[in-house]
């Protein structure tokens, strides 16, 4: 077994966002980044998106996007982005919820564990008390690291499941 790779979390600067389209455009599929905007592949619509998408986040939790991603490093090579967004939550707690995506070479190497465990910390530093996150009920992978991070996981109607990290 290789040993766990070094994780840690780096700012969305112009640099890492050209960085993270290039990893997008050659190790994941367009529909794990963003959304089925002007037909399928990588077109001017989804590349737009991609880069507004970023830079408002870049603000942070604070900015008026109400959210912050960041670019996943392992090892030292750029290997995908998560998220974190405030949201309301039905409890009046501080709550966000989380999304990630890697390049296909840097999955199943305990990469997404590292980079959730270090996004949790960052939500409990902003005083967030609760995160949650969906993905799709056949994301086995997904849902091994949600379950791993001490998430509550529950299928939905709809072929998703349902997340839920109590802080």
Do not use: C
């Not at 766990?4 to 780096?10: A, I, K, Q, R, T």
């Not at 967030?128 to 529950?154: D, K, M, P, Q």
Request: hydrophobic share 45%; net charge negative.
């Amino acid at each position: 077994m290789s040993p766990s790779p070094d994780v840690s979390l780096v700012d969305v600067d112009e640099t890492v966002l050209e960085q993270l389209l290039e990893l997008a455009k050659r190790d994941a599929s367009p529909d794990e980044v963003a959304p089925p905007l002007g037909g399928p592949g990588w077109n001017l619509e989804r590349t737009a998106w991609f880069f507004s998408y970023h830079r408002a986040a870049a603000r942070g939790l604070d900015g008026d996007a109400g959210e912050k991603s960041w670019g996943i490093l392992a090892d030292g090579s750029l290997a995908g982005s998560i998220r974190l967004r405030r949201v309301e939550s039905g409890n009046g707690a501080a709550a966000a919820d989380t999304g990630i995506w890697l390049g296909r070479s840097f999955r199943s190497r305990g990469i997404g564990t590292a980079a959730l465990r270090l996004v949790l910390d960052e939500a409990r530093n902003a005083g967030i008390a609760e995160v949650t996150a969906r993905t799709l009920t056949g994301n086995l992978g997904a849902r091994r690291v949600l379950a791993s991070a001490g998430a509550v996981l529950t299928p939905d109607d709809d072929g998703t499941v349902s997340a839920v990290v109590v802080l």
